[in-house]
């Protein structure tokens, strides 16, 4: 047998990409706490608190709030499978990369699917829901809140309101902006909404809050077939993550201890304290980088705070200039995905990478390496 | 806001259940490991080396050996999804939850489903396995190699010859089994399997090993249909473990840390030591509890080393013998599932928990309150 593998060994890098966020010390701290089991009376006062807590965070008194054991990929499979039955009609918005996902994912469960384009970049017409909706039954209107591909926050309120006098449900993608940017499931009528832990909550990636309102639970009651995800199915996950604590799989003991410690972080700050500090550094940040002579992709309004989204200059190569921050600044931002590939870098500023301290350190880089 | 949650504290106890096992604080120590970037080259190394180490532990040299990013229950639902297409015919050795388990996924999956069935607490017969596929094209036969609702291990080698014959794909569940009792993928001709990483690996749960067989992988490439779920789809997955390198969703960074310190320790032991620890703790377990007067649901020659199914004595209460040990003990072990709930106790002796100061512990502490 071979056994000629070395410790593990990592580097501590500033973590200023699309996700993961560096991570508190407490988190990983809590993290290692012993692993117990999953009916173990001590883990179920842990899920519990979990449950509670993410209430507070999704701004929620919807009693099915739970993390999917899963990264927000998983949340977003889970939101979409547990509503869409094959024939459904499904009306997704489209502004990047992950309004793309939604879309295939409908596909896979037999879905008639409509899309709401518009260009990358720029947020959605609320207007072209409304035409879209005119002439397409929809059951689900589904939306990416903070498009991670290219920094564009969508307004859903106002679009909520165009979902809901169609009475269709509103299906929101909340992976990158939940803890960084305001979001109130309940005050803006969101039937279902997913968000993962490694962006502005600041927990290693792993798992998928999940939300579903009293409106998308009758939904889910009311199915005439199998949830065709039986890891995915909360039909049979609320049983567990409720009173009567049915084992379906076993949970991933570790990760709910960290999001549990993650979540805990969030409160003690305060949510309005946290969009707000979100708020300020992206100002700071996109301050600085305009002297630099830097540009963004979005216009001002539409931004989302957590990811910048920065125009490459035409004579910058930039797979060298993120190698280098690698490498020489032990720094991550993300590369364009997609048609914004070469074209764009995200600098993200999401959870505990969202410091002055690191608005300094990736402005001071950027300016000693272009 | 509320901010009145504590700090986490959790027990330490002996965990002697179905799974999880204890961890050792070396999987501890690389779980807390700095989280990098899914993309962060640093963590591409990581993963190369779990996939090796994962291949040297499945005994393959299957280049689709991956750890699927959910628990145990993903890694059952990847294996089915992935080689299943609606029409399909699908026949599943069921003797346990985990079984039944399999045929509800192949029902979700729109496959045709034929069952073979055998009493609760013993192996599936060979013969009603070539009896089945007489009259049923399967082109996928699924069993549980180690039932942990009951404790059988089943005679993979033999069913397997059979299933080979028919020209279908032998579909292994080894979440219990694997690096606990003897499983050779390549040896035995096991087209597609799965496991756990909280049982006999003594990881965290979190995360699923996987592997297909080049005629797994053909029978993938040569689908008609999208595998249904996105998020398990190893025709993405591939891709993003594979040399390109291609975004799928951002891996569960801390869990792949872990995995990677159980897989060297288990290598670090031998496999062939390994199983013979496990064997060797089975056996004083099973001979200390026959002199308290207690006896084994399932018979000798079948028995899982890694989990020990005891029956209850008649006079005695399941449920607060179990709450004393957890209690007074700290000890966790296992009530019986479905038809076998209040009848047996499931005593687990997997990876870091299989020591000899644990088979005393348990025996004692049984001893004293029974």
Not at 273 to 279: A, D, K, T, Y
Request: charged share 25%; with cysteine.
């Amino acid at each position: 047998m071979d056994t000629a593998y070395k410790d593990l060994s990592l580097p501590q890098r500033v973590l200023l990409g699309p996700g993961p966020s560096n991570v508190p010390e407490r988190v990983m701290k809590a993290m290692a706490s012993p692993v117990v089991g999953h009916l173990d009376p001590a883990f179920l006062a842990v899920m519990e608190e979990v449950q509670e807590m993410l209430q507070s965070v999704f701004m929620t008194k919807n009693r099915f709030t739970i993390p999917i054991s899963g990264t927000g990929s998983a949340g977003m499979e889970a939101a979409l499978v547990n509503v869409i039955e094959e024939g459904d009609h499904v009306l997704v918005c489209v502004s990047g990369v992950f309004g793309e996902r939604m879309c295939d994912i409908v596909g896979r469960c037999g879905g008639i699917l409509k899309r709401v384009d518009t260009k990358w970049g720029t947020p959605i017409d609320p207007d072209d829901v409304t035409e879209a909706l005119k002439e397409f039954p929809a059951k689900i209107v589904a939306i990416v809140h903070a498009e991670t591909s290219t920094g564009v926050l969508q307004p859903l309120e106002e679009i909520s309101k165009i979902v809901h006098e169609k009475d269709a449900l509103f299906l929101v993608d909340a992976v990158t902006s939940l803890g960084g940017a305001p979001l109130k499931i309940d005050d803006w009528n969101v039937d279902v909404c997913y968000s993962g832990t490694q962006k502005c909550l600041s927990c290693p990636p792993g798992l998928a809050p999940i939300t579903f309102s009293p409106l998308a639970v009758e939904t889910l009651r009311n199915r005439s077939q199998k949830v065709q995800s039986w890891y995915l199915d909360m039909t049979m996950l609320e049983k567990y993550w409720g009173p009567d604590r049915v084992y379906h799989h076993t949970a991933p003991i570790s990760m709910v201890y960290a999001i549990r410690e993650s979540l805990r972080i969030v409160l003690e700050e305060g949510l309005t304290n946290r969009w707000e500090r979100h708020s300020a550094y992206h100002r700071d940040l996109v301050s600085a980088l305009e002297k630099l002579g830097l540009t963004m992709l979005v216009e001002e309004s539409y931004r989302t705070p957590m990811l910048n989204s920065v125009v490459i200059p035409p004579d910058v190569d930039d797979v060298s200039v993120r190698k280098r921050l690698l490498e020489e600044y032990n720094t991550e931002i993300g590369s364009g995905l997609g048609p914004l590939k070469g074209k764009i870098w995200r600098i993200g500023l999401m959870g505990h990478s969202c410091t002055q301290e690191n608005v300094e350190h990736i402005v001071n880089a950027l300016k000693a390496l272009l």
